[in-house]
């Protein structure tokens, strides 16, 4: 570490100590004043994220139609991504058409990183690039990749993309290269600002509100509510990656 | 329009106001750069010279790891600042702030293979605004 | 003394050897600059031919060793005189192989990051400690091995490498053998699988860099008697290695009733049926056996021939294993027929391309370029009153 390093960092450490002291007291009261209406508390600036919020998300097969690609184009648009579909395209979020072998019956769902709690990219990684932020988001941190692409390998959902090309035309808000492994980053850069992700509002602005987007953690929030009161499902269960993204209607 | 660019346009169009036909001094250090700047530097600028690496290094965990967003020394927040009142851009040519003194002290920087090169809209209206000069 | 001939044999190796490595580096370029939509790995394929070739080379290396040990371990001095060559051929392997891998990394230069931010539960940070350990000891042991004032300490750092080897071999395997989440691969049998491949696939290669390193000097390979020795051990290795394949494909259909996966790579899922039966069964596998095991056929060059055998048997083998393994649908929805632009429910084409393929070939050159300056710069030959005292083997 720098010395320009340390002496911030022991610095920020003094400030925070006694910042916290002073205000913990304030912000409990008002995370338990908030708890009530089911809203996440935002987070004060320059708080870090923490494992008291679980982000998740609900899909309800029955009500995503099969052909819509909203949510698709919401996230490409988003995220910067280019939305073609070649086999060295990373798609973070992908419509699947299934057909019960037994009954027939047809379900169309979309497919994105599940976020598990316990997530095997992350175990494998060699240099921890791939990590789980306390708040249950799984990201890449792209600064430490070096593009093994093991965590692909390991992931049991091909949730993941490798950028097999140079990249142009990124948003200042998404940066992504050639090289690194990418995902569904569950629009953290929106999430972080108390927003929600694209593919979660374009799915409501078409009028189907198939995703509902949420605090797990919180018994008041809307997923948990309704998490509660259906039968949901997360895929390969059976591997106990106990995934934030859960499906009904499968 | 988000509440941290909400935040950053007015301050950049105070700043403006205020700074309007106080040219900014060239630096000793460097090429001359053609960049749109709006506001002080997050650091004093020799103080910035020498040690804006290691800044960004060490805040960008901040963003990455633990969520902290409007971090001090913010990767796009520099681009945002920096970039060229021309074509918005920190890139392109060694006129252009973060490409001149790299190019003229040799250090091949990779950070923009990822990160966009270009300021928000946002910010290059603000940047594009008459009276401001280098 | 070398001969003239030998002296010109010897520049026009390392410069064809040089010339493939030259070549590859420039692919490796090329795959840099313009990222890995020049090969044919994709995102359903992420592991290709280089991987075919580096974990080839990683798992012959571990097998290399195993001359150097049945003499500093097991004690059987014939094979004494063997063992720096033995023990030389593991560093070459691994370097080779650990160079390919490297160079197929989307961010090479980030090699430094690999090296500084460890995740301690991944099974590939283990394997770079287990490499670099290996490198380590293999240098001791040749130091050893070499200095007759160290002599002593060979049995102790043998004793250490064979151990190293046999774990490291392990975690090679369990690369593979972790990743629960795919058909092909979540299986313990891997691990042992992988340890039989390296004991057939390094002494293979050991025979081959033995016969061309004695013709380059002029002279008999190896003692007849030892020879015949070494030839069964290779023909056992390569039953062994069936066997666990054997096992691997059994437990995978009554076991793990992957019955699915099993029809795509043995019967329906061309290439890979072809090239396991094809080529790893009988063309890597059964006609070595037949060389190895013919009382006619008992000389230094149809052992030889039997080791390029196993050896391309040894990639076809990979390739079926790494490649196919991936092609193979990933099974998200159990119970549902799939289908998405992302290659949901649908088996995935790989079509290698050149600059991969080049790459791989390099890392064979940068091993074959070690073996061979190693084997000039060091005392690495078996001295060749052996070699005289021995009759002349039948060809």
């Known amino acids: 570490m720098n010395p320009v390093d340390k002496r911030r960092r022991e610095f920020f450490g003094q400030a925070a100590a006694i910042a916290g002291a002073m205000i913990a007291p304030g912000l409990m009261l008002y995370e338990y004043a908030q708890a009530g209406d089911g809203a996440a508390r935002p987070r004060a600036p320059g708080e870090p994220v923490n494992s008291k919020v679980r982000w998740g998300m609900l899909i309800d097969t029955t009500k995503c139609a099969p052909g819509c690609r909203d949510c698709v184009d919401a996230c490409n648009r988003e995220n910067g991504l280019p939305g073609t579909t070649r086999a060295t395209d990373s798609q973070w979020i992908r419509k699947v058409d299934l057909k019960d072998l037994k009954t027939g019956k047809a379900v169309s769902l979309p497919v994105l990183c599940q976020h598990c709690a316990e997530p095997p990219c992350v175990d494998v990684c060699p240099t921890g690039a791939s990590f789980k932020r306390e708040d249950g988001i799984v990201l890449v941190d792209r600064h430490t990749c070096i593009g093994c692409r093991y965590c692909m390998m390991a992931c049991p959902y091909k949730a993941r993309s490798f950028v097999h090309e140079n990249t142009t035309g990124q948003s200042p808000d998404v940066p992504r290269g050639k090289g690194c492994v990418e995902s569904c980053t569950l629009c953290v850069h929106k999430v972080d600002k108390g927003g929600t992700p694209s593919c979660v509002e374009a799915c409501a602005a078409a009028g189907h509100q198939a995703i509902v987007f949420g605090d797990l953690n919180d018994p008041s929030s809307e997923i948990s509510k309704r998490v509660r009161a259906a039968a949901t499902t997360q895929l390969r269960a059976d591997l106990r990656t106990d995934n934030g993204v859960r499906y009904q209607g499968l | 329009m988000t509440a941290a660019g909400f935040l950053r346009a007015i301050l950049a169009a105070t700043l403006l106001l205020a700074g309007s036909g106080a040219g900014l001094v060239a630096s000793a250090a460097g090429p001359a750069v053609d960049a749109a700047r709006s506001g002080p530097c997050v650091e004093d600028p020799a103080v910035m010279r020498r040690s804006h690496m290691d800044f960004l290094k060490h805040d960008r965990d901040d963003t990455v790891r633990r969520g902290i967003r409007g971090i001090k020394h913010s990767l796009s927040a520099c681009v945002d600042c920096h970039a060229s009142k021309a074509d918005g851009r920190v890139l392109g040519s060694e006129k252009h702030f973060c490409q001149g003194c790299h190019t003229y002290a040799a250090v091949k920087v990779d950070c923009f293979d990822c990160h966009a090169s270009t300021a928000r809209p946002s910010a290059t209206a603000a940047a594009a605004a008459p009276g401001r000069t280098r | ?395």
């Not at chain 3, 795919?182 to 050991?206: D, K």
């Not at chain 3, 390979?221 to 494909?249: G, K, N, S, T, W």
């Not at chain 3, 076809?316 to 632009?341: D, K, M, R, W």
């Open chain 3, 1 to 395: 003394m070398e001969t003239r001939s030998a002296r010109r044999a010897f520049w026009t190796l390392l410069a064809a050897g040089g010339a493939v490595l030259a070549v590859a580096l420039g692919a490796a370029h090329y795959m840099e600059v313009h990222g890995h939509a020049v090969t044919g790995m994709n995102n359903q394929v992420v592991w290709g031919l280089p991987h075919v070739f580096a974990i080839f080379l990683i798992v012959a290396a571990s097998g290399a060793l195993n001359v150097a040990s049945i003499g500093s371990v097991f004690g059987e001095s014939d094979y004494k005189p063997h063992a720096p060559l033995s023990v030389l051929l593991t560093v070459a392997l691994l370097a080779g192989g650990l160079m390919v891998l490297v160079l197929d990394l989307g961010r090479p230069e980030r090699l430094v990051v690999a090296a500084t931010h460890y995740n301690f539960r991944s099974i590939f940070a283990w394997n770079m400690i287990l490499y670099n350990g290996l490198f380590a000891i293999c240098a001791l042991y040749l130091w050893a091995l070499l200095e007759r004032r160290l002599g002593r300490f060979a049995r102790p750092v043998g004793l250490a490498a064979f151990a190293w080897r046999v774990i490291l071999t392990t975690g090679t395997g369990s690369i593979f053998g972790f990743l629960v989440a795919r058909q092909a691969y979540a299986s313990g049998v891997i691990a042992p699988l992988f340890i039989a491949l390296s004991l057939a696939w390094g002494l293979a290669i050991f025979h081959l860099a033995q016969w061309g390193l004695a013709r380059l000097a002029g002279r008999e390979p190896m003692d007849a008697e030892l020879h015949a020795r070494v030839r069964r051990l290779l023909a056992i290795f390569v039953i062994a290695a069936l066997y666990f394949v054997a096992v691997h494909h059994l437990t995978n259909l009554y076991w793990a009733k992957q019955v699915a996966f099993e029809r795509f790579i043995l019967v329906s899922g061309a290439p890979y049926p072809a090239l396991f039966w094809a080529g790893y069964v009988v063309l890597g596998s059964l006609v070595p056996l037949v060389l190895l095991f013919h009382p006619r056929l008992s000389g230094a060059r149809a052992t030889a021939a039997a080791s390029v055998l196993v050896a391309l048997g040894a990639l076809a083998f990979l390739y079926v294993f790494i490649v196919g393994g991936q092609a193979f649908p990933l099974e998200i929805f159990p119970g549902y027929e799939a289908a998405s632009t992302f290659g949901d429910g649908r088996a995935d084409g790989y079509s290698p391309s050149l600059p991969e393929f080049l790459l791989g070939l390099g890392g064979l050159a940068a091993s074959f370029l070690i073996a061979l300056a190693g084997a000039r710069a060091l005392p690495i030959l078996a001295p060749a009153k052996v070699a005289i005292a021995a009759p002349a083997p039948a060809k």
